[in-house]
């Protein structure tokens, strides 16, 4: 007997291998792997103008790439810059920034819309559609015109009609991007949980971090084309794959400095490195240190093992954050510390030092 497959090929939501893209000779996407098993929720995340969408129309069928493959559901659709299938054979689910509801047609008919374009008959999809409008906790307005709701209301309508046919894969640009800090906030966990609640899988396109970690299991940072680390949004902080990966998180402060034996030597002071923990990153030579925030306590600065001068105190509302500075020269290294209490600028203060969160990268010298 035939060894059974352990899965079948649409256990592979997306498989986006070597993706490039130039515009006029310049590239703007670089050799980009992704992969999605079905009911993945990856966020895209990194800064305006790094390529994000440009990878999203790509996946979407919007825009061909330059090279490599896009499978979805196991299906090629798109392979070098020829003949790639076209975003309505793709079927996948939309939403972006600017809502895109159809002006003309009622909420309830343009949830229905993507049924309509498979050919489900109008009892059929007009009962699926109400359903999806109830899951977006907006069964109460079906009847209503897009143009007579609040942003935060048309955005779920376009959640609504992007998940109504089950796509294969949901697709989202900066969905958030025109709606006030609260509803952002609330929308984004509603959105996390209907994608669950629904098994769907999902690309989220943001620049901020705090949408991509409340939405995302697993986050891709991009950083100029490239992708530059898919992690957990936890190890994305205890092990940022490279320094710019570090600066762009703002984990803490990233210190340019020298390894020396065992010691971090910096302007205006230095650390102890712990033992063993940063294997060939440690040879002597400059380097970047990742002093995280979350890894700096102020301390008595009679034991403490680094002393250092507030410049700033910041208040965050549920604490403060320290602003130091290492040495008393202008070149001095600065590093950022939480703090229960505020502080005066110019004051001394010492500082404890979790050194089993550092990170150290080998610099150009
Ligand atoms: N159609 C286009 N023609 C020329 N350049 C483009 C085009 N689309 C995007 N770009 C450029 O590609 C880069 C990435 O853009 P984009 O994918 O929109 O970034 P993001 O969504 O991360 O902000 C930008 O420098 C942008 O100007
Ligand atoms: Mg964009």
């Known amino acids: 007997m035939r060894d059974l497959p352990t899965h079948t090929v649409t256990d592979v939501a997306l498989e986006a291998v070597g993706i490039g893209r130039s515009f006029d000779g310049k590239a703007v996407l670089e050799g980009v792997d992704l992969t999605l098993a079905a009911g993945d929720v990856v966020a895209l995340l990194g800064p305006s103008g790094c390529g994000k969408t440009t990878f999203l129309r790509i996946v979407a069928g919007l825009l061909p790439p330059s090279a490599g493959r896009i499978a979805i559901g196991g299906r090629i659709v798109a392979e070098g810059a020829e003949a790639a299938a076209p975003p309505e054979a793709r079927g996948l689910g939309m939403v972006f920034q600017d809502y895109a509801l159809w002006p003309h047609l009622s909420v309830i008919d343009n949830v229905a819309f993507p049924l309509r374009m498979r050919g489900m008959p109008r009892a059929a999809r007009r009962a699926r559609a109400q359903a999806a409008l109830e899951q977006v906790a907006l069964g109460h307005l079906a009847a209503r015109w897009p143009g007579t709701l609040s942003g935060g209301q048309q955005q779920r309508v376009a959640l609504a009609r992007a998940v109504v046919a089950e796509p294969p894969l949901v697709l989202f640009d900066e969905p958030l991007s025109n709606l006030d800090r609260e509803l952002r906030e609330s929308l984004a966990v509603e959105i996390g949980a209907l994608l669950r609640r629904l098994g769907l899988s999902a690309i989220y396109v943001t620049h901020d971090q705090a949408e991509a970690f409340t939405i995302a299991d697993r986050v891709a940072v991009m950083l100029d084309g490239r992708l530059a680390q898919i992690d957990a949004p936890e190890a994305l902080f205890a092990r940022p794959a490279t320094v710019e990966v570090a600066r762009f998180l703002n984990i803490g402060a990233v210190l340019a400095g020298r390894v020396e034996g065992a010691r971090f030597r910096l302007p205006g ?66 590093l950022v510390c939480p703090a229960d209490r505020p502080a005066r600028p110019g004051e001394a203060i010492g500082l404890a030092l979790n050194r089993d969160r550092l990170c150290l990268w080998p610099a150009a010298a």
């Open 269 to 334: 002071g230095d650390i102890a490195l712990p033992a063993g923990a940063l294997p060939a990153a440690a040879a002597s030579g400059p380097a970047h240190l990742l002093v995280p925030r979350t890894a700096v306590r102020p301390a008595d600065p009679g034991g403490a093992e680094l002393r250092a001068r507030v410049i700033r105190c910041q208040f965050q509302g549920d604490r403060y954050l320290l602003h130091l500075a290492l040495g008393a020269g202008d070149d001095s290294a600065h």
